[in-house]
């Protein structure tokens, strides 16, 4: 069973791009979470989408953005990149309330 | 706002040496209490979900407990494998599938 699979595993961009991350969820999941976890610290929640729509939004600045796809996929999107946006993204999905699976995540790196 | 906080921030343990970790929680309507186990470099790997005070579930040398406050991990007979970052977070009621993660607690097992 394929679990969460989320590409690129690594990147570097420059400050004031853009930048695009995806997720594919676990077969049959149709809630799909994206977290930003900055090093020694927590996971933070930043969107939640559920069946195509948004169901979740996290404090985090109009620059972040994402979408759901009709086969659940998603996409998080950054714009005009800060040094501050350096982290590891975090993507989950989920059947329900009660198991939330993570993949591997993105490690942004903002120079 | 919920929040969800951890204790100790670092552990060090010999191996064989049991202990717990804490997590103290304020989440509205708290919805299932999560811990999850996060090695460097990945994605967090779910351990247990707890939904009521006075539930216990175990794996292997894991045993997690909920009050209407506070979780515990415990440990018992650690191995070194058993070195990771240990979160916990909680599921608020409500709409949305947003868990609020506490900053960890990085465990250490010497041989």
């Known amino acids: 069973d394929a679990g969460v699979t989320q590409s690129p595993t690594h990147l570097i961009k420059t400050r004031g791009q853009h930048v695009t991350l995806r997720c594919s969820p676990i077969?049959?999941?149709?809630?799909v979470s994206w977290y930003q976890q900055v090093l020694g610290q927590g996971p933070q929640f930043i969107f939640q989408y559920y069946e195509k729509e948004e169901r979740g939004r996290g404090n985090f600045p109009d620059r972040f953005s994402a979408r759901q796809f009709p086969n659940y996929s998603s996409e998080l999107n950054v714009n005009a990149l800060l040094l501050g946006d350096s982290a590891l993204y975090l993507c989950?999905?989920?059947?329900?309330?009660?198991?939330?699976?993570f993949g591997s995540g993105t490690r942004l790196t903002v120079v | 706002e919920d929040q969800v906080t951890q204790s100790p921030e670092a552990l060090r343990l010999q191996e064989g040496e049991s202990s717990s970790l804490n997590c103290s929680y304020t989440v509205s309507g708290l919805r299932g209490l999560f811990w999850y186990r996060q090695d460097p470099g990945k994605g967090p790997e779910f351990l247990f979900t707890?939904?009521?005070a006075g539930e216990e579930k175990e794996k292997e040398r894991l045993k997690a407990t909920l009050t209407k406050k506070e979780s515990f991990l415990h440990i018992t007979a650690p191995k070194p494998e058993d070195s990771a970052t240990y979160l916990c977070a909680g599921n608020s009621g409500g709409s949305n599938y947003k868990l609020t993660f506490g900053k960890g607690t990085l465990l250490t097992v010497n041989p």
């Open positions: 989950a999905s989920s059947l329900d309330r009660d198991g939330y699976t």
């Open positions: 077969s049959g999941h149709k809630s």
């Open positions: 707890l939904y009521s």
